[in-house]
C-alpha cells in the first residue's frame, strides 16, 4: 500500500496493530523475557512458532521469496535499517487486488479511497476487477 516498499519498523507496527506482532524485551543477557504480558493471542504466538520478526525473516523472506528485506544505506554504518517489499513469489501469486480488498476491508473503506493503488490494480488487472466492492 506504500509503493510497494515499507520500512521495517512500520511493517511490524502493521503486524502489531493487526494483533500478531510485539516486541519482546529483552533481558540483560539479550535472551527474551517470555514473563512479560502479551496482548498477542496465544494461537498466533504457536502459529509463527513465538517469534514473528523470526519467522518473517527465515520463513517469507530467505525461504518462500514472498518478501523480499533490503538494507537501506543511512551513510552510518553503526545504524541498521531495513526495508520490505514484495518478493518474487508474492508478485507472481498475489493478486495486488486481493491486497487492496483485504486492506480495505480492514479499514471498512472504499478501494476509490487509495487512489494510487486503486488506479495501478486498475491498470494492471481490468476496470472491473473491483467492482463487487464499489
Known sequence: MSGGKTSEENFFKFLKHLGIYEEMDRNKRGQRDTTADSTVDSEVTELFDTDVKKFVNDILVSRQHYLKRD?????????????????????????????????????ECEPRMFKEQYDKVVDNEGEGVLESME
Do not use: F, I
Not at 83 to 106: F, I, Q, T
Open 71 to 107: 538494507r537501506v544505506e543511512t551513510g552510518d554504518p553503526e545504524v541498521e535499517q531495513y526495508e520490505y517489499s514484495w518478493g518474487e513469489r508474492a508478485k507472481l501469486e498475489v493478486k495486488e487486488s486481493d491486497v487492496l480488498r483485504m486492506v480495505c476491508e480492514l479499514y
